[in-house]
């Protein structure tokens, strides 16, 4: 199990892929710089996260299930993962099953119809 809020080294601005090589609702996987990096297309915006589930320690989180929930009266994103399906906060990282769990979380832009990651947020 891993403690909150991994830090990695920076890394820089990575094309990813197309927006449109990413269903809404969906997640895919690139290698950046020997990291799996899940990227994913939810609510019109793009997030990344690393791949990594902290519970398992499988590379799934980009084939989880995406969706929202509301906390503290604002709505926000998450991806569950697809094997025990523990929740991910797509902005924090932060699990939403144990505070203290994780994963890293990534910048994101979107710009001229491609997607792009940058260092962890």
Known sequence: ????LTIHPPIPWT???RLDDILPGTGVCALIQGQQVA??????RVYA???RDPYTGANVLSRGLTGSYTAGGVTRVKVASPLLKHAFDLESGLSLDDPRVSVPVYATRTEGGDVWTGSPA
């Open 39 to 44: 990227v994913f297309r939810v609510g019109g």
């Open 1 to 4: 199990m891993t403690t909150a």
């Open 49 to 51: 996260t690393g791949n």
């Open 15 to 17: 094309r990813v892929c």
